[in-house]
């Protein structure tokens, strides 16, 4: 290599006074194709010993500088090994344009107190990744902006090699961010990530505007596995037992009938209410759905914060109600025996759901046809509109309360048993409703983040497995900010 190095310094001069055009000089230094090599590569800590090229890739083999050992899970360090591998270890690196690159290292083992004995841990690569870190990162940031088969094709890896390079990123990344800390206002909600009612429920930060947490699953459970997380020092009181003998059952009746005095059951019953976490304490507000699961577990768990109830779920529930008004009435057309006032009354839907703003000139023209012929129909089409009239921007609180005691008052005589439902609905959520209006808060962005999560696992073709998609939704919609391989500081 050192020799050829000369040859072409010499060739280009030569042939530059033959010519005799005058070009700058090529500066052409020896150097060993290992030192070449060392520097391309950027691996931190080692140094190539040798490099072999074989038909389509290069096999690189390097050696740690460091003389002490590692674990490569806890970051114990000793200086006496175990053993010597018997084989070497061989990690991906970025290729060299056709050239599919490989590092090769045979490794020492170490006996951990922790884990046992392990395969001692290299700072270029993570633990337990056949990958190095720059291409971990590399397959991180590609799979967060463009679809399946393109990573797959760019990277010559399988899509389920790259789920786990996911999970590997997000996890390290996630581990030194404290996402949960001075968290005040959040949202919590669920969305689909696969077909079979499987969820995600995901917790923001409305003052980030990012994504802080996220579990498998949806309701009270999932809600509790956050609370769990965001205070571990926590520990939830025991569940009395359901199998106990019936004999016990009946003789603490007998007691409890016996006169007791106040302050010696308000503690009893005091205990049973799990202690408030720090952080917990922390919460101020908290917007959901209308879904009751989550609202239970933020007032056991935070009985402080404020749960508000989003516009948006109120609207979309009088809308629902609408579209079941709508259907009930053109099914009657139909076993009527009217069927062209039914085929007619069919394509009337999008009519009455969309907002009067945004309809066609044909569509309000049918509109006002459903107006002047009179029914229930143009009755349920008044009462969705005064459910979105309530959230009108510029409304005071006690304007809306006025609206609302109104509207309960229209719903409960509407004689629809959908809008009579929506009644009760919106009644047992009055104070969550007037709260997100008072606080100035919505559950718009985790809207906007849900479309964006459906985008990204679409994009995606699918998840095998639910902490895949969980991963790269934290290194899209969370705090993390992905450092391609040329963005990092040159060392």
């Known amino acids: 290599m050192r020799g050829w190095l000369w040859w072409l310094g010499d060739a280009h001069g030569l042939g530059r006074r033959l010519a005799g055009v005058q070009v700058p000089e090529l500066e052409v230094s020896p150097m060993r194709v290992s030192t070449a090599f060392s520097r391309l590569l950027r691996l931190p800590d080692v140094w ?108 010559r890896i399988d899509w389920a090699t790259i789920g786990r390079v996911i999970e590997r990123v997000a996890a390290e990344q996630l581990a030194g961010e404290d996402r949960l800390t001075g ?50 020092e926590i520990v939830p009181a025991p569940k009395p037992d359901s199998r106990e003998p019936l004999e016990f059952h009946e003789e603490s009746v007998e007691v409890q009938a016996e006169p007791l005095e106040a302050p010696d059951i308000e503690p009893a019953a005091a205990q049973e209410r799990p202690p408030v976490g720090e952080r917990a304490g922390k919460l101020r507000a908290v917007t959901m759905d209308m879904t009751g699961g989550y609202a239970k577990s933020v007032r056991e768990h935070a009985p402080q914060a404020i749960i508000c109830i ?109 809008f009579v439902r929506l009644g009760h609905t919106i009644r047992k959520h009055r104070e969550g409703i007037l709260s997100a209006r008072r606080l100035n808060l919505s559950n718009a962005r985790a809207e906007a983040m849900n479309n964006r999560v459906k985008l990204i696992v679409r994009r995606a073709y699918g998840f095998h497995s639910a902490q895949a998609a969980l991963a790269l939704v934290h290194l899209v919609c969370g705090p993390i900010k992905l450092t391609l391989p040329h963005e990092q500081t040159f060392v």
């Open 48 to 155: 190539v010993r040798s490099v072999v090229f074989e038909p389509g890739r290069v096999l690189v083999t390097v050696a740690l500088r460091r003389e002490r050992l590692l674990c490569p899970r806890c970051g114990y360090s000793t200086p006496y090994r175990e053993n010597l591998q018997k084989d070497a270890s061989v990690w991906r690196h970025l290729d060299f344009g056709v050239w599919r690159v490989e590092v090769h290292a045979r490794l020492r083992r170490l006996r951990c107190p922790e884990h046992g004995v392990l395969v001692e841990g290299v700072p270029f690569a993570r633990d337990r990744a056949r990958f190095t870190r720059d291409f971990d990162d590399l397959i991180a940031w590609l799979a967060t902006t463009t679809d399946k088969t393109a990573t797959c094709r760019l990277t």
């Open 310 to 418: 989003d516009n948006f779920h109120v609207v979309a529930l009088a809308t629902k109600a609408l579209d079941e008004v709508r259907r009930e009435h053109w099914n009657d057309l139909r076993h009527g025996g009217d069927q062209a006032a039914a085929k007619a009354f069919k394509n009337s839907r999008w009519s009455l759901l969309r907002n009067p703003a945004d309809l066609t000139d044909t569509q309000a023209d049918t509109l006002t046809r459903l107006h002047a012929a009179g029914g229930k129909v143009p009755r349920a089409w008044a009462m969705k509109e005064m459910v979105r009239a309530i959230f009108a921007p510029g409304l005071s609180v006690n304007a809306v309360d006025i609206l609302i005691t109104r509207l309960l008052a229209r719903l409960s005589r509407s004689r629809l048993k959908p």
């Open 183 to 232: 968290l005040t206002d959040a949202s919590i909600d669920e969305v689909a990530w696969r077909k079979g009612h499987r969820y995600l429920t995901l917790v923001g930060d409305h003052h980030r505007g990012c994504v802080v947490w996220g579990c498998e699953g949806k309701g009270q459970a999932a809600a509790d596995r956050f609370f769990a997380e965001l205070d571990p």
